[in-house]
């Protein structure tokens, strides 16, 4: 692995060769958890592919240069030429294996992961989710000395990390910007010790052995796990909503919101977080249109209150969508009125759906005792019906769905797992 600087990189990659080049930065996340995988990969492909390193914050001009916005970002060039997908945010092993299908022939490839040999790793404890209630409970094993493992297929946060704005957290008296109050939560239990596995696929889970499996070779054996995995955003499930998914349609206001300043955007569903996500967006776009199936917004009174006096809003209500088209660079959405069953077209830039959600629980088919909802039920300390195996937060059997019920689901099952080992 070679650390390269702007001047570097005429004679190191634009001089020909295979070359995987990161754009890194420090105090970085994403960063800190690709440089293991990039390593690794390092020693299995190094003789086929050049994999340099850029520090970002010092080689700002190639960075502009080349429209890197943000760390890390891997590029691929061959013969000094940029090619495949650029990879940023948190970035999966798989997902590099992949971009090295654009420098190397997929026989190739394969022949090297099969020289790959299966790791195990032992710990007290795997964690499936980094979302509040993972992340509590990593920090309450990692102060009781109990060696914990956390697993995310994605950075560590959840949704907390993609909320505008936390006003009902305890502890700040101005609401908190909610990537903000993730990051303090996921370093808190970072710096205790606990180990981070994120940005990986979890390849399998065995729950009665205690094993879970990432990357597809690498398996984590441990005396007990707590899933974490959280929710997941309904779908509507009308034709052309997968197809539109990133590309018209977004889940994720928090995320996507920007990029509609002054535009015109249709927001589908009436519930708390429907009316929230709709007044946030109109910070940026320039009309809203919440379609909802009932007659009356099921969000509480002050959302509603703020969404009505809201001169961006506006409601279609008692109609549903009932297909999604891509034309131009517009959506165009039927929905159909519920009372005269007539459908009319709406053209629009851009759809936000926010209609519920449900448990992240594929993984596990058919292991868990659920409730009727579809989610994890345990005992008061949150055990599962499989031994030495517990559930927090969302993805558990509960009434109340909040930050601070996740943690405290992970406050519990830590202590219950610590006194459980310690006997
Ligand atoms: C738009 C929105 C706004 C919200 N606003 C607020 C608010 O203002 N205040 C409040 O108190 N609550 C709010 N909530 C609710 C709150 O975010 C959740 O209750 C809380 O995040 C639940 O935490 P969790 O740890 O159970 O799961 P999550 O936060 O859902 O995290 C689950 C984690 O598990 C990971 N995961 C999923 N599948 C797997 C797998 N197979 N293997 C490994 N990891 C996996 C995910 O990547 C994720 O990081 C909001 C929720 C949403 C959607």
Redesign the pocket.
């Known amino acids: 692995m070679k650390e390269i600087k702007f001047s570097d990189f005429e004679s190191e990659v634009l001089q020909g060769g295979k070359v995987a080049l990161d754009f890194y930065s420090t105090e970085c996340p994403p960063c800190e958890a690709l440089a293991p995988k990039f390593d690794n990969l390092h020693e299995l492909f190094g003789k086929e592919i050049k994999f340099l390193k850029i520090f970002r914050q010092e080689n700002r001009e190639l960075a502009d240069k080349l429209g890197v916005s943000s760390s890390p970002t891997v590029i691929f060039f061959d013969n000094g030429k940029e090619v495949g997908q650029r990879l940023s945010g948190g970035i999966k092993r798989s997902e590099l294996i992949e971009g090295f299908k654009s420098l190397l022939p997929a026989e190739r490839i394969e022949k090297i992961k099969s020289t790959i040999k299966p790791s195990v790793t032992e710990c007290d404890v795997a964690i499936?989710?980094?979302?509040?209630?993972?992340l509590t409970a990593g920090l309450y094993l990692c102060q009781a000395k109990v060696n914990a493992i956390l697993?995310?297929?994605?950075l560590?946060?959840?949704?907390?990390s993609?909320?505008h704005q936390?006003?009902?957290?305890p502890g700040f008296i101005d609401p908190q910007p909610g990537y903000l109050l993730s990051h303090y939560m996921s370093e808190q239990t970072k710096q205790c010790g606990t180990q981070y596995k994120v940005a990986v696929d979890?390849t399998k889970v065995d729950l009665d052995k205690k094993e879970v499996t990432i990357d597809e070779f690498e398996t984590i054996r441990a005396k007990k796990i707590i899933v974490?995995?959280?929710?997941a955003p309904n779908l509507l499930g009308v034709p052309g909503e997968i197809e539109l998914k990133g590309n018209g349609i977004s889940y994720c206001a928090t995320c996507d919101a920007k990029y509609f300043v002054d535009k015109e955007v249709i927001v589908i569903g009436g519930g708390n977080?429907a009316i929230e996500?709709a007044d946030f967006i109109s910070k940026f776009a320039g009309k809203i249109t919440v379609v909802h199936q009932f007659a009356k917004l099921q969000a509480n009174k002050t959302a509603q209150e703020k969404a009505f006096a809201n001169k961006k809003m506006n409601f279609l209500l008692e109609h549903e969508p009932r297909a999604f088209r891509k034309s131009g660079n517009k959506v165009e959405v039927d929905v159909e009125d519920l009372k005269t069953k007539k459908i009319k077209t709406l053209t629009t830039d851009g759809v936000f759906i926010f209609i519920g959600?449900k448990p992240?629980i594929s993984?596990f088919k058919g292991k868990f005792d659920l409730d009727d909802w579809g989610y994890i039920k345990t005992d008061d300390d949150k055990r599962t019906n499989i031994p030495g195996v517990f559930a927090?937060?969302?993805?558990s059997s509960k009434k109340y769905?909040?930050?601070?019920?996740?943690i405290a689901d992970g406050t519990i099952a830590a202590i219950a797992i610590t006194k459980e080992l310690d006997n």
């Open positions: 499936l989710g980094g979302g509040p209630g993972g697993i995310d297929i994605g560590p946060g959840g949704h907390v993609t909320t936390v006003s009902n957290y979890v974490g995995t959280g929710t977080s996500e959600m992240n993984l927090v937060g969302d993805v769905r909040q930050i601070t019920t996740a």
